[in-house]
């Protein structure tokens, strides 16, 4: 099955890959990288914003490169790849929280 997966790739690097970073940064701003729960950003962020955000952005793209190859592979529905992307939406929001609380 080869089905078009451009709409799942572009929501869950818009939500996983931009939305994130952004929003991790700006908690970050907000109240220190050491609150950052995932190891492996905490230390991206103590690198600096920049570096962070190149290799967030980096890591999904690649992700989002594999999905369409992985996802026809597992004949996987389309909800599948929507729902990682409504994911990374709710963690974004937690992230604007964490900002504005």
């Not at 080869?2 to 890959?17: I, L």
């Not at 570096?51 to 999905?67: D, F, K, R, S």
Request: some cysteine; overall charge negative; glycine content about 8%.
């Amino acid at each position: 099955m080869n089905r078009d997966r451009s709409g799942e790739v572009a929501a869950s690097f818009t939500s996983h890959g931009v939305l994130d970073a952004a929003t991790t940064i700006l908690a970050a701003r907000a109240v220190g990288p050491d609150a950052e729960a995932n190891p492996i950003v905490r230390e991206l962020l103590a690198l600096g914003e920049l570096p962070a955000a190149v290799a967030m952005l980096a890591v999904v793209g690649l992700c989002c490169g594999a999905w369409p190859v992985a996802a026809d592979a597992l004949e996987a529905p389309e909800w599948i790849g929507l729902g990682v992307a409504t994911i990374g939406a709710a963690v974004a929001a937690v992230n604007l929280v964490v900002v504005f609380a």
